[in-house]
């Protein structure tokens, strides 16, 4: 079992092994270090790594246990080491186990050794044992293809806020904003219900994670948010939202909901002056004219409620998802596949979808609009449909249509009407918002 194999020798006096409570203090210098932005030591990166650890409060979901770390026992000294944050993620609402890879990090003297290689095979050994269906990480560009991951989910800012287009206030604010206190949790998490069904893929935060958010976090930490309630005068709850304003960049708004019944017509703009004041609070020399992300998914009702004043960035990024066992995964979500199909031309169809991967492939078997069974192997060139390498992974999660691979990748090949009908219906594009936690 890989959660008893450790420790590893890799050689030249490195151990691989799993972190304890000891290393606490010394994972916390690491990351600092290591993700060090020129001389500047990444204080907040430190602070996010003794959030993880839970060395001010229990983390909700991980700790010393699901970090690994390389140790040069010559010197006793960490020379690289990552983590994960297991959590539950929503597929059109069938929920499933998955974790985030984060704070991977090496010294520069122990890279190039293959130290990250080691410690994903490791991992991912760990979430196949544990029935953790998909992995994701966010990060340096490309790098995570080599290890089974691919760009699947829209990641970044969907739109951003400008000074110029700020609506300026007439009269009072229709609604005010509070910070949250660990007595909203439940108000939270039912927001964030409500809302999920508007998306394709999410994450889930239950009230545990709402009251870690709230009071939980190091304030020095990337990942720490300042969580506004949105109310009315009277105290009625209407929503919220939860930002992050960095010491010398753009804020970020990272989540944002309101009740049903609430007009985001109204509700907008009374948060974008609240985010522009909290810009401004921090008394920098200079006044931002872009002075904020909203990292609300490619498509949100604020875009819609404002789409003369939030302007679009020319370029998102998008997080990498590897899927462990694909079929597996597969399986778990046929009810919606089934019901996508049963609302399709294709509805009852009976026969198989084979797809072809080049070094790999799956075999779909539907029987009355079912999904009988789904099937890994190595497919024939000839098959009724190609994907070239990962980009199923764009299809299955909705981050592109078939038309666009098709178009986009020479070696996308669909060789039958039927094969086109049903991979249409089965996958189309969808949008999603994923919050991971932290």
């Known amino acids: 079992m890989a959660e008893s194999i450790l420790p590893i020798e890799l050689g030249d006096g490195l151990v691989l092994r799993r972190a304890t409570a000891s290393d606490i203090d010394a994972l916390i210098a690491f990351n600092t270090i290591v993700h060090s932005r020129g001389d500047d030591p990444a204080t907040d990166a430190g ?16 700790g010393p246990e699901n970090f690994t770390v390389v140790e040069d026992t010559a010197t006793g ?22 974790t985030l890879v984060e704070m991977v990090g090496t010294l520069p003297e122990y890279r190039n050794r293959g130290l990250v290689r080691k410690q994903f095979e490791v991992v991912h050994r760990w979430c196949a044992e544990r029935g953790v269906l998909v992995q994701a990480i966010a990060g340096i560009p490309w790098y995570y293809r080599q290890f089974g ?23 009072e604010e229709p609604v005010r904003l509070r910070a949250a206190v660990e007595g909203d949790a439940a108000f939270l998490a039912g927001l964030e219900d409500v809302a999920r069904g508007r998306w394709l893929l999410t994450s889930v935060r239950d009230e545990q994670h709402w009251r870690y958010e709230i009071a939980g976090r190091d304030s020095d930490s990337d990942s720490c948010t300042q969580i506004q309630i949105i109310e009315r005068p009277d105290g009625r709850l209407l929503g ?63 875009y819609r409620a ?23 995964f597969i399986t778990r979500v046929a009810p919606v596949l089934e019901q996508r199909l049963a609302g399709s031309v294709a509805h009852g169809y009976s026969g198989e979808l084979p797809i072809n991967f080049y070094r790999g492939g799956i075999r779909l078997v539907l029987q009355d609009g079912k999904l009988s069974s789904v099937v890994a192997e190595r497919l024939d060139v000839s098959v009724a449909a190609s994907l070239p390498d990962l980009t199923f992974l764009q ?16 070696d996308c090949v669909i060789r039958t009407n039927e094969a086109r009908v049903l991979l249409n219906a089965l996958f189309p594009k969808q949008p999603s918002f994923v919050w991971p936690v932290w």
């Open 47 to 62: 602070a996010s790594t003794a959030d993880l650890l839970g060395k001010r409060h229990p983390h909700p979901v991980t």
């Open 77 to 98: 000294a960490i020379a690289s080491s990552l983590c994960l944050i297991p959590q539950t993620w929503n597929y059109a609402g069938v929920s499933f186990p998955a």
């Open 149 to 171: 991951y691919e760009y699947a989910v829209q990641f970044g800012p969907g739109r951003t806020a400008r000074r110029a287009t700020t609506p300026k206030l007439d009269g």
């Open 240 to 302: 919220h939202v939860a930002y992050v304003v960095p010491p010398d960049e753009v804020a970020w708004i990272v989540s944002f909901e309101v009740v049903p019944e609430v007009s985001w017509l109204e509700v907008v703009p009374t948060v974008l002056r609240h985010v522009l004041a909290a810009v401004d609070a921090r008394g920098a020399d200079e006044k931002m004219e872009t002075y904020a992300a909203m990292e609300l998914g490619p498509e949100h009702p604020a």
């Open 306 to 328: 404002m789409p003369d004043i939030l302007s679009t960035p020319p370029k998102g990024y998008a997080l990498c998802l590897r899927v462990s066992d694909l079929p597996a």
């Open 395 to 410: 299809l299955l999660f909705g981050y592109r249509s078939l038309a666009e691979l098709d178009a986009w990748y020479p």
